[in-house]
């Protein structure tokens, strides 16, 4: 090979590297074509329709088949509504007040809740355009023009109305003085369908009733139309800007824009907002505790499907032809329906809300997910599909499914339901067996925090977060013994049933009890090592006050404008454990996992997340690492031994909720709010850790920067080997030789 050949090879094995790392995300998906996460070797559930943190406001665009959904995270995201699945994210960085989409699709323009500001997004490049300023106050109202070039906005209490060009961010025009002022703005505005006037509901001063405020943006002349009430809710304007609906007490009034006539009246309807489709010939009412239904505007004909009554709506929108109805509480899931019938327009299994619970039996083919959507649910992790799900009618609405154990022969399955009591199945079945709920719990307050089978599958442990542990006989679900004798006064219960923790030896001898003495999270503790074949008490080890409390870090996390949607005591529902040799406690307390050696009888050291909520914990199974799920979606690992942060990896959108390791420590399984399970192959991730190290710019878990780097490495590596066979042929005989011995053996 001559000399000019080098810089061809080099090419061509960095094409190659390009196509390898430009397909690595593509190597797994999950059942539904959706790629894995670095790591992970199998998801249950799925990301589509799946914001990952609680959805605070959506709307279906019009010129598109898009659903645009923004989150509690700061990330707005795009998703295809034929398919469910996610066309971009976008990261708008805080939490909005009040947001637009302009009509082409093409701009965002929203109201940050940090400094109320206006700033004017790109969607297409996910970049940010124009940040607008006010002088006083603060911004309340948004509205594009029909051509999507200009932006109106107004203030909470003023009466200045400015329209700015959308392409350079300059104010075009600023009306003084525009508005009447007025007792009841909710930041609705609307331009007419030619952009020459702008329309505001609103009840002006000493008025009796509400109003349309109308402008001519041209004569900068203001009319005001009586509407003929005083107890407007809600006001939606149609997409076409020739129509606008309003919500007053029961009843629902469709009026023309340009002069406040009423078309259409719709009455005896109890609800929270109103939604019109794209096209504007159907219109939706939906409410927290009525559920929905929907208007064909025409006829006047109403479609109140009996599967969408009741069911708890925030948030809704209708498809372009009002076929479809897309709706969802404060979840991380968008549900979307039939609107005429209420059928699911996708089969997507999975849970619906945050996954609170796993359970994995001992031979690794059987996980159990317990969901706050009212369900449990049994996977085959051979297949990754779901064998049942079932619900929970003791729960009530939106209960969560709080913990379970598997039986260690694998045929039975306890979960244990929030308030709600503990229920054993047939696994094979899916029969519940037996349902037992606590008799004395008059306020309903303590909950089941962890469940186990011991003696040989013959007794069934029940921990209650009061520091009340019952033993079940698992045949009769009877109890046969309880620790302590004396039941807790329910008097005391409310002040303390949120902060004790229990868990049990890996064989199953001994019980940890931990209780708080101090009403506040993460406050000073008693640790008892309690015998279960006697009940006596073997050690009691003294835990100390930490130097934050409760309500110290709550405030902290208030003052940062923070939107986490994980709060302490539901992080910790399951984060103490015990080290497979008995040797280490891990306790969660606010942000702070705290490792007592049990040998010594003290707190050895403290590990942190920054600003992050730390939740449940675990032991790998060879008590060398400890992992522990974050509120922001990441799994920490450490050396137990050190303390040395290994790194973290982040698989999950929203907080990690609940993690277990396998029997075998090849396997970790995640649950999170973001409503899928993960597993993670345990060598893949540590090997990755390794490769990344603690660095807490690879948080995020093998970033694009670090995987690029390792690609430039490893392409002027293949080039240089390229070179070698290509000049070397003693070389080329010589590998050669060695493939054809590996082949043989």
């Known amino acids: 090979m ?35 996460p670095a790591g992970t070797i199998d998801r249950m559930g799925t990301v589509r329709f799946r914001q990952g943190t609680c959805i605070r406001q959506f709307e279906w665009c019009a010129s598109a088949n898009v659903l645009a959904l923004f989150g509690a995270d700061g990330m707005l995201r795009l998703w295809d509504d034929q398919t469910g699945k996610e066309l971009r994210a976008i990261f708008l960085g805080q939490s909005i007040s009040r947001w637009a989409m302009s009509p082409n699709a093409e701009y965002l323009a929203i109201i940050g809740r940090k400094d109320w500001t206006i700033e004017i997004w790109d ?63 909710r930041g609705e505005m609307w331009f007419s369908p030619d952009g020459s006037a702008l329309a505001i509901p609103g009840e002006p001063s000493r008025a009796r009733e509400d109003a349309l405020n109308i402008i001519d943006l041209r004569s900068d002349k203001i009319r005001v139309i009586p509407l003929g009430f005083d107890r407007m809710r809600r006001a939606v304007c149609s997409p076409d800007h020739k129509t606008f609906a309003v919500l007053s007490g029961n009843d629902v009034h469709v009026r023309k824009l340009d002069d406040g006539k009423e078309l259409s009246k719709f009455e005896g309807i109890g609800a929270l907002s109103l939604t019109y489709s794209p096209d504007g010939k159907y219109l939706a009412a939906y409410d927290l505790e009525e559920g929905a239904c929907t208007w064909e505007i025409a006829t006047g004909k109403q479609y109140a499907p009996d599967t969408l009554a009741g069911i708890r709506i925030r948030h809704a929108a209708l498809s372009r032809d009002g076929s479809r109805l897309a709706f969802a509480d404060d979840d991380t899931a968008i549900r979307v329906v039939d609107s005429k019938t209420g059928k699911d327009a996708f089969d997507f299994v999975g849970h619906t809300r945050s996954v609170w619970g796993l359970a994995l039996s001992s031979d690794n083919r059987l996980l159990a997910t317990m969901g706050n959507d009212g369900t449990f649910r049994l996977w085959d992790m051979r297949t990754s599909k779901q064998i049942r799900s079932i619900p929970s009618p003791r729960a009530g609405a939106y209960r969560a499914e709080q913990t379970a154990a598997f039986s260690v022969d694998g045929k039975h399955l306890a979960v244990a339901r929030q308030y709600a009591g503990l229920s054993l199945f047939d696994v094979a079945t899916g029969e519940e067996e037996w349902f037992i709920t606590d008799p004395e719990n008059k306020y309903r307050d303590p909950y089941i ?32 013994q309880r620790y302590p004798e004396t039941i807790v006064d329910p008097a005391q219960r409310r002040q303390y049933w949120e902060f004790h923790r229990t868990a049990f030896s890996a064989d199953g001898k001994l019980m940890y009890l931990l209780e708080n003495l101090e009403n506040v999270c993460g406050g000073a503790g008693l640790l008892r090592v309690i015998e279960l074949a006697t009940g006596k008490q073997r050690r009691a080890i003294q835990i100390k006050q930490i130097d934050r409390t409760y309500e ?4 902290e996390v208030s003052m940062r404008a923070r939107e986490d949607s994980l709060l302490p005591h539901e992080a910790e529902k399951d984060a103490m454990c015990i080290s497979p040799d008995g040797r280490y406690m891990a306790w969660t307390a606010l942000r702070t996992i705290r490792l007592v050696d049990l040998s010594k009888g003290k707190e050895v050291r403290q590990y942190g997340a920054g600003v992050h909520w730390l939740g449940p914990t675990a032991f790998s199974p060879d008590g060398k690492t400890l992992a522990a799920g974050a509120s922001d979606g990441t799994i920490r690992f450490w050396e137990v031994a050190t303390g040395t942060l290994l790194g973290a990896l982040k698989g999950h959108r929203g907080s990690i909720n609940c993690l277990t390791y396998s029997n075998d420590g090849k396997l970790l399984v995640t649950g999170s709010e973001d409503t899928t399970v993960l597993v993670w192959e345990v060598a893949q991730v540590m090997s990755a850790l390794r490769s990344d190290g603690a660095d807490e710019d690879a948080i995020e878990g093998n970033s694009w920067f670090h995987r690029f780097g390792y690609f430039l490495v490893g392409s002027a590596g293949v080039a240089v080997m390229a070179w070698l066979f290509a000049n070397q042929p003693r070389l080329r005989s010589i590998w050669k030789s060695g493939l054809l011995k590996l082949k043989s053996q």
């Open 2 to 36: 001559g000399p000019c050949k080098l810089p061809i090879s080099i090419f061509l094995c960095v094409a190659m590297a390009v196509a390898a790392f430009a397909g690595d995300d593509e190597l797994a998906k999950d059942l539904y074509g959706d790629g894995l």
């Open 123 to 185: 969607v297409a490049t996910a970049k940010r355009m124009h940040l607008i300023e006010r002088e006083t106050g603060v911004f309340m109202g948004l509205a594009f023009s029909p051509d999507s070039q200009i932006l109106a906005a107004t203030g909470r209490s003023d009466q200045d109305v400015k329209l700015i060009e959308v392409a350079s961010g300059k104010e075009q025009k600023q009306i003084s003085e525009a508005l009447p002022k007025l007792d009841t703005f």
């Open 449 to 480: 925090n962890r469940v186990q089978f011991l003696n040989g599958d013959k007794l069934l442990a029940v921990a209650y977060s009061d520091g009340n542990v019952r033993f079940l006989n698992k045949k009769s679900g009877r109890e046969v």
């Open 552 to 555: 110290h870090v709550k405030n």
